[in-house]
């Protein structure tokens, strides 16, 4: 991945240290965030399809993407705040699937 985008995961973990702090809660918090924007994700996908009758189609795959890119973010941002170099683990999770795809 281009490095600014792990330039910005660091910067977005250190705002939200100094604005929320560091602590269990915030943490919690963090990673509880993830299925909010995987929530966003689904509503988007919905709206693809048109499956609300009362709302019909009311977004596009590129909508769709863009949630999903707010998960991927958010997943490493958590990371972050775990304590661990989302890098690393991202790459080690990679290796395991490519292990298992090969």
Do not use: Y
Not at 15 to 22: F, K, P, Q, S
Not at 67 to 95: H, K, N, P
């Amino acid at each position: 991945m281009d490095e600014s985008i792990w330039d910005a995961v660091r910067a977005s973990r250190g705002w939200l240290d100094a604005a929320n702090g560091t602590g269990q809660a915030e943490l919690t918090c963090r990673i509880l965030k993830l299925t909010e924007e995987a929530g966003e994700a689904a509503g988007a996908w919905i709206g693809v399809l048109g499956q609300n009758p009362r709302k019909g189609v009311t977004h596009t795959r590129e909508d769709v993407a863009a949630e999903l890119a707010d998960v991927v973010f958010t997943a490493l941002v958590a990371i972050e705040s775990l304590g661990l170099d989302a890098r690393s683990v991202v790459a080690e999770c990679a290796s395991k699937v490519r292990a298992r795809t090969s």
